[in-house]
């Protein structure tokens, strides 16, 4: 196995990639009792148009099929359900889809091997039939009515919708009760077969294990099953342009609520290597943090003439696809948070970023990439979502050192564009 | 991990939780009061104004600049309704001295110091707060109070509680009322923390890697030679035996497209013991996924996606929550009340008890291994009758028999169900 080690927060990661394909990262952690298994696939949301290895013509299947998959992969042909066996075991088992990777996981304490012969059966064994499938679609329909009724995901989405035109990131990863409907046991074993390979998928295993050992366990559990040929991934064409500057919605809420998003060119991220991708975001939340951070005189200001109550999210997204900046909040001017900020971009880009600033923001943001390695959940799932990204998560650590002011001002130039941000606002 | 209390003055606890497990340092600082009408907003005010500013950072924007020279301390204020007590809490976590890229930094010190000088030491002018601050700190709790109706599902649960605890304390919204805000100023705001700080309950909890001087660090901290002995105000929780007469029902309407399904269940215990009998009754309730609420109205009925229960310890009540379609109220309601009924019939197997104990007994194992619920554990433990170990804790989940949770399912009555529609 490949042993990756980081001095600074002091950890390893033992990877492998088996025969057939499968990627394995274990990372030990001495004296825990705590243990975390994550499995996932590079299949979310944003994968409805696809050419199945082998297969001349694209198929395209409905929205929000990754996230059915993920509810019926549950189900056993034995009619028994591996939710139940997990939790029946005192283990915290649980799912999820985002944009591009759908993940099956627990945590445990005990019986970590009996929950990883369940994990691991059920994942490589899917069970779907005709009733089984029409039963989900009244529980995902109240999923769905669920993030109906919350402002802050519909803020977020139509702040996507106002910079995306063609993008598949719009797309809600639960889909519409509409969409959902069209979905049958065919179309799920079709995406099953493509995606679920194990040459698209990784698994990350955190705890008091020894690698080498953990490493056999793994391929003992693994069902004989050879690598695919490449996945062809079939995204439209998206503009460089956003669709609107600002898009409304009415809900009843308090206060409005906002999102400033801003796109990223996508072109610039392919070409580059993964550290420079690394260390971009890295410049991103320090811009950021400089403009809209805690400390920063805007945030002070906006705080002080009560137009914010509390720090705003900040966070940059992004996979091969799409890229932007998010801040979000509630602000009973959204308006003038979107013109006050700009206002700051500019000032920044024009003055320079203060040496000092800089140094502190950095020493932060160094801070939080260590605390970030505090719990075995944590680790393991920022190690798969980066995984799916290229990206080895230690390099946050290893290239924030070499992050310059100089770079920092060379990047809020290139990303920080008027003529990509957007303005979405939910209110009364 | 190592854990000892230590009396520091009377009414003020340090709690040592001593592990190598974490990169960081965690301090806890809890303030703990007795919940009332007359005082709840003026609490919420003190937990939000005491981050504006100390005698050495004025400003907030100088608190926020130390912890970000600190490597990112992240400092949090906090608010929370315990049985009958509202609770300040202030957060401090820094990374640990081994992961500082110098290492010639004494960070715990330096941690306990700060958040020290922002709970006991606020920054103050002509002998009260700052007017400005003030001012803009009501307009925030405002937004708080009024941002409640934001989370629909969150709403319908406070308003259940609501309905059920009117005119009693527990009923009260922890982050106060709108119409107390006016009357409050610099002047009186400060007069009620001297008293506040002088009453309250006081418990620091520091986990990480600590020194062996740390209790001589804690009492010779400035802040804290300047605390006096209290005999402090705050209520231990009791068994209640309330008297539900009738269900209570309540429907409300708001803008939402899910309907929200809270119902609120009294418990009446005979001991104290009982509570590990009805933390197990809820696990096999509502508090699992194979508990009958999941597994009925969720997987074989398919009326909702989430359907859940919760177990309030110090009040001995469970809410059961579902998100359902709204015309499906009427039999989303029949089924689950049959599920209460059928807890009463002892409508369980072994097997369901042994899954339940094996849940409980996992989350109680993480106490070790998760820095903020090590600390929440043992806080728990201080507003709790009989002080027990997590080894302890284990054993007496253990041995809870079947006739234990029949019991307490036939001391089960619905009290209020509350639904929020279109």
Not at chain 1, 49 to 75: C, D, I, R, S, Y
Not at chain 2, 244 to 263: D, P, R, W
Request: aromatic share 10%; with cysteine.
């Amino acid at each position: 196995m490949q042993l990756i080690e980081n001095l600074k927060v002091k950890e390893k990661v033992y990877k492998e990639k088996l025969e057939n394909g499968l990627t394995v990262m274990i990372i030990p952690k001495p004296g825990m009792k705590k243990k975390y298994m994550i499995w996932g696939t590079h299949y979310g949301s944003l994968e409805n148009e696809f050419v199945v290895p082998g297969e001349e013509k694209p198929t395209v299947v409905p929205n929000g099929v990754a996230h059915f998959l993920e509810h019926k992969m549950f189900e056993q042909e034995n009619g028994t359900n591996s939710l139940d066996v997990l939790t029946a075991l005192g283990v915290d088992a649980n799912a999820y889809t985002t944009n591009d990777h759908t993940a099956y996981l627990f945590e445990c304490t005990d019986n970590f091997y009996e929950a990883m012969d369940e994990l691991m059966d059920y994942v490589q064994h899917p069970y779907f039939t005709d009733e089984n499938v029409e039963k989900e679609k009244g529980i995902i329909g109240q999923e769905i009515r669920m993030y109906d009724d919350y402002p802050e995901w519909k803020v977020y989405l139509n702040a996507i919708n106002a910079m995306y035109h063609e993008c598949p990131v719009k797309i809600d990863i639960v889909g519409t009760i509409e969409t959902i409907s069209k979905i049958d046991k065919d179309i799920l074993y079709k995406c099953y077969n493509t995606f679920y390979n194990p040459s698209n998928m990784v698994m990350v295993i955190c705890g008091d294990f020894k690698p080498e050992e953990m490493l056999e366990e793994v391929k003992k559990r693994l069902i004989d099953k050879k690598a695919n040929g490449e996945i062809k991934r079939i995204y439209p064409e998206e503009p460089e342009t956003i669709v609107q500057e600002k898009i409304e919605q009415k809900l009843e809420v308090s206060q409005p609520l906002y999102t400033i998003g801003i796109k990223d060119t996508i072109q610039s991220n392919c070409n580059q290597n993964k550290s420079d991708l690394v260390k971009k975001h890295i410049a991103i939340e320090i811009l950021l943090n400089l403009i809209m951070g805690r400390s920063s005189s805007l945030f002070q200001k906006l705080y002080k003439d009560g137009i914010i109550y509390a720090q705003p999210g900040l966070s940059y997204e992004f996979t091969n696809i799409y890229a932007h900046i998010l801040i979000d909040g509630q602000s009973s001017n959204p308006d003038k948070v979107y013109e006050e900020f700009k206002k700051e971009v500019k000032n920044l880009k024009e003055n320079g970023i203060n040496e000092q600033d800089f140094e502190r923001i950095r020493k932060m943001i160094y801070g939080g990439y260590v605390k970030e390695y505090n719990d075995v959940t944590d680790i393991s799932r920022m190690f798969l979502a980066d995984f799916f990204k290229g990206i080895n998560s230690f390099d946050y650590l290893d290239e924030i050192e070499s992050i310059s002011k100089e770079y920092t001002e060379q990047v809020l130039k290139q990303v920080f564009r008027e003529d990509k941000m957007v303005l979405s606002i939910v209110e009364k | 991990m190592q854990y000892q209390e230590k009396e520091i003055k009377k009414g003020i606890e340090f709690h040592e939780l001593n592990t190598n497990k974490f990169k960081t340092n965690l301090v806890a600082v809890f303030l703990t009061t007795e919940l009332t009408r007359e005082n709840v907003t003026r609490n919420a005010l003190i937990s939000t104004i005491l981050r504006r500013g100390s005698k050495n950072m004025p400003s907030q924007e100088e608190i926020s600049k130390q912890m970000e020279e600190m490597y990112g301390a992240s400092f949090d204020c906090g608010l929370d309704k315990i049985g009958d007590n509202q609770v300040l809490k202030f957060y401090m976590e820094t990374i640990n001295d081994d992961f500082i890229p110098q290492q010639k930094e004494k960070m715990l010190k330096t941690t306990l110091e700060k958040i020290l000088e922002i709970v006991f030491n606020p920054y103050i002018e002509n002998g009260e707060f700052k007017k400005e601050y003030v001012e803009q700190e009501k307009n925030t709790i405002k937004q708080r109070i009024e941002g409640k109706i934001d989370n629909k599902a969150r709403y319908a649960l406070n308003r259940c509680i609501e309905e059920m605890y009117k005119d009693e304390p527990y009923g009260l919204y922890k982050f106060g009322y709108v119409e107390d805000l006016d009357a409050i100023n610099g002047k009186n705001l400060y007069e009620y923390y001297q008293e506040l700080i002088k009453n309250c309950k006081i418990d620091i909890l520091v986990s990480g890697i600590l020194p062996n001087d740390i209790e001589k660090i804690i009492k010779e901290n400035e802040n804290i030679k300047n605390l006096q002995e209290r005999e402090p105000k705050y209520v231990m929780p009791k068994l209640t035996t309330r008297n539900t007469e009738k269900e209570n029902v309540v429907t409300e309407s708001m803008e939402v497209t899910q309907g929200k399904l809270v119902l609120g269940l009294d418990i009446k215990l005979e001991e104290e013991k009982q509570k590990y009998d009805a933390l197990l009754y809820n696990s096999i309730l509502g508090g699992t996924a194979n508990s009958k609420m999941f597994q009925n109205v969720r997987e074989k009925a398919h009326l909702a996606y989430v359907a859940s229960s919760s177990y309030i310890r110090q009040k001995s009540n469970i809410f059961i929550n579902c998100g359902i379609e709204i015309s499906n109220y009427e039999k989303a309601l029949e089924i689950v009340k049959k599920q209460i009924d059928d807890m009463k019939k002892g409508d369980f197997t072994e097997e369901d008890i042994e899954n339940a104990k094996k849940g409980i007994i996992s989350t109680i194992d993480l106490i070790d291994d998760e820095q903020d619920t090590g600390i929440t554990y043992y806080f728990g433990q201080e507003l709790s009758n009989n002080k027990i170990s997590p080894e302890e804790y284990k054993e007496i989940i253990q041995k809870v028999q079947k006739d234990d949770i029949v019991k307490i399912a036939n001391s089960v009555s619905i009290n209020t169900i509350y639904f929020l529609k279109d």
